[in-house]
């Protein structure tokens, strides 16, 4: 199994800004990947990171908005820039073991902009 | 393109009833399935996961089957409790795609 530590887990903010988003895990994985799920909605794939390349995103979604950092096999950032009411959200931070193909989820940053 | 869809989108029921909450997808070629629970504001925790190789899991008052065959899975709830009140959402892990698709969830009330 894995577990993963997201940080913050809530956090209010002001259009315009950016806030960047951690996501530690206690094991190394390959596989990293950033969800979104908008209120009321299920969950939709950003971007997929893994350590030493960019990452891949879905479409819809773009680098300048949502960077994301893969330093090594445990952590991983993303940042959501320029914020507007729209990208008010949950994120959520997942990864896979190798085995079986479990995807494991973090607790969820709930980001509210105003 | 994976697709998945939930039925019933919420449901409501008296607490001790026996439930099932249906998961549908379109592309059979699936490494395994997964239903997890998430309560309000909160991440996802994982119930079960059944491999493509399996035909059902269970775990305490919870059984899932997967027809893959058929591109239908249940989760059937076992005397239900106001506790089990959550969405569920179900989860296939796609060969093509490598990842999760997921299904809009059930929301689920379980009346005391």
Redesign the interface.
């Given at each position: 199994s894995a577990v993963i530590s997201?940080k913050p887990s809530r956090d209010i903010c002001q259009r315009g800004t950016s806030l960047t988003i951690q996501c530690q895990v206690d094991s190394q994985v390959t596989m990293m990947?950033w969800y979104r799920q908008q209120p009321g909605?299920?969950?939709t794939?950003i971007a997929?990171a893994n350590q030493g390349s960019e990452a891949t995103y879905e479409s819809g979604f773009v680098i300048d908005k949502f960077p994301i950092s893969r330093p090594n096999l445990t952590f991983s950032t993303l940042t959501v820039s320029n914020m507007s009411p729209e990208d008010s959200s949950?994120y959520?931070c997942?990864v896979t073991t190798q085995t079986?193909?479990?995807?494991?989820?973090?607790?969820?940053t709930?980001l509210s902009v105003l | 393109k994976q697709e998945v869809t939930q039925i019933p989108a919420a449901l409501s029921v008296p607490e001790g009833e026996n439930l099932v909450l249906n998961c549908s997808f379109t592309d059979s070629a699936i490494?395994?399935l997964?239903w997890?629970r998430q309560d309000p504001?909160?991440?996802?925790?994982?119930l079960l996961?059944i491999?493509s190789s399996q035909r059902e899991q269970t775990s305490g008052r919870l059984n899932a089957s997967l027809d893959k065959s058929s591109g239908r899975s249940t989760l059937y709830i076992a005397a239900s409790q106001p506790g089990d009140s959550a969405t569920y959402?179900c989860?296939v892990?796609s060969g093509s795609a490598r990842?999760?698709t997921?299904?809009?969830?059930t929301q689920l009330t379980v009346l005391p």
């Amino acid at each position: 199994s894995a577990v993963i530590s997201q940080k913050p887990s809530r956090d209010i903010c002001q259009r315009g800004t950016s806030l960047t988003i951690q996501c530690q895990v206690d094991s190394q994985v390959t596989m990293m990947f950033w969800y979104r799920q908008q209120p009321g909605q299920s969950l939709t794939l950003i971007a997929t990171a893994n350590q030493g390349s960019e990452a891949t995103y879905e479409s819809g979604f773009v680098i300048d908005k949502f960077p994301i950092s893969r330093p090594n096999l445990t952590f991983s950032t993303l940042t959501v820039s320029n914020m507007s009411p729209e990208d008010s959200s949950i994120y959520l931070c997942s990864v896979t073991t190798q085995t079986k193909n479990i995807q494991y989820f973090g607790a969820g940053t709930r980001l509210s902009v105003l | 393109k994976q697709e998945v869809t939930q039925i019933p989108a919420a449901l409501s029921v008296p607490e001790g009833e026996n439930l099932v909450l249906n998961c549908s997808f379109t592309d059979s070629a699936i490494y395994n399935l997964q239903w997890f629970r998430q309560d309000p504001g909160k991440g996802l925790t994982s119930l079960l996961l059944i491999q493509s190789s399996q035909r059902e899991q269970t775990s305490g008052r919870l059984n899932a089957s997967l027809d893959k065959s058929s591109g239908r899975s249940t989760l059937y709830i076992a005397a239900s409790q106001p506790g089990d009140s959550a969405t569920y959402l179900c989860a296939v892990y796609s060969g093509s795609a490598r990842q999760l698709t997921f299904g809009s969830g059930t929301q689920l009330t379980v009346l005391p």
